[in-house]
DNA sequence: TCCCGCATGTGAGCAATGTCAACATCTGAG
DNA sequence: CTCAGATGTTGACATTGCTCACATGCGGGA
């Protein structure tokens, strides 16, 4: 919403950012139906056929919005854990996470969603990748004597957790009052696969 | 695969199972891409707008395969925990939910994909309740003294899991090899949220 | 300063898709 | 036997992703 003026002069000047931002709208607006090629270049003040100097396919412009989302997502988790003591990075965190799934579902479900080709795209696997990361180490702290799987296991919860939420599955639980039991639920995960000897 | 031979009579006589049947093969082997109407109708020997008489729209559509998905996810759960005695039976049950998510990758992700609109659509939402509904029993009796929290816990923890082994976000870990990861990790899981009392 | 190459944008056009309305055909209930 | 409703067909429309040939203009080397 903050850059969409639309452009006047034959050059845009940035529209590859241009593009990825108004995606970014649309995805969050209408669901990943509404995102299409010509209705970004319509957003955009241009052609139909110039989004394709900056994007080979839909997909790869798909990828540049996931990578996007990614980067807002590791933003946000890594806030959290900033002003927190140690042993409760991981909870923090995890609140964090889930939290960002009920704010941007659209955008969070794309992120994991089926055919996106995370395999392919460099930047994107880095985004990915970076933000798991940061997630992974708060998560192995954990449980010292058996990080790897405490990382996979936190990290597990953590994700299926949001999903859960986001297809409200579960009874009576709607985003809105959703807080109290996240909070619940990621101290009891920290307890339990906490340290033994500091429970 | 098994009832594909091509209708010569004007009313082909059970299009309705025929369109179902073919758009889960067609997702089986190209994914959300490929599943279209036109394509389906051309698969069941039929006219483009014959469909539209069995589906309001595509959305419609994919809702009765994502619940013939469900069906078939429930079956395969249920089957797992049948022969096994019911301290075993989540661990069981657990390890056939991941493995279901392995072998239909796009299947699972459909049936968990962003706008499917789960909440309208009263079959789908009967179908996804009843096989959540199963695995949430053998989770709560995980532990008796909290059974709602474990219960989702659980839940969590296998359908997280799947979405990370999907990603192939686990670094060494492909489908492939992630038989005694899975199973390792399941027994962790019931092992700490087991009662204390009987570990 | 001029000029020209290359990145960037345009326009028309193609094949394919989802969906609809008007018409055809079959089938079962009375 | 008949005829109403369910099911299928034809043809059309708007829209989409994408490509190709052409237009434009910015920036760096003469």
Redesign the pocket.
């Known amino acids: 919403m903050s850059t969409s003026e639309p ?1 006047d ?8 950012r241009a593009l990825v931002e108004a995606a970014l709208e649309l995805l969050l607006e209408g669901g990943t139906e509404a ?7 319509r957003r955009g ?15 790869a ?1 798909i990828q540049a919005v996931a990578a996007a989302g990614f980067a807002l997502f590791l933003e946000a988790i890594d806030k959290a854990k900033a002003d927190v003591p140690a042993e409760e990075q991981f909870g923090a965190m995890a609140e964090a996470y889930v939290q960002f799934a009920l704010r941007y579902p659209r955008l969070y479900r794309l992120m994991f969603s089926s055919e996106l080709g995370k395999f392919e795209d460099k930047e994107l696997r880095r985004a990915a990748d970076a933000a798991y990361e940061s997630l992974a180490v708060a998560a192995a702290r954990q449980d010292p004597e058996a990080p790897g799987e405490a990382a996979i296991s936190a990290w597990a919860f953590v994700h299926g957790l949001s999903m859960l939420l986001l297809d409200e599955q579960l009874l009576g639980v709607s985003a809105a009052n959703a807080e109290p039991l996240i909070r619940k639920l990621t101290r009891r995960q920290a307890r339990r696969f906490g340290n033994p000897r500091s429970a």
């Open positions: 452009h002069r034959y050059h845009h000047g940035d529209l590859r995102l299409g090629m010509r209705e970004l270049a003040g241009v052609s139909a056929a110039a989004p394709y100097r900056h994007f080979r396919d839909k997909q412009l």
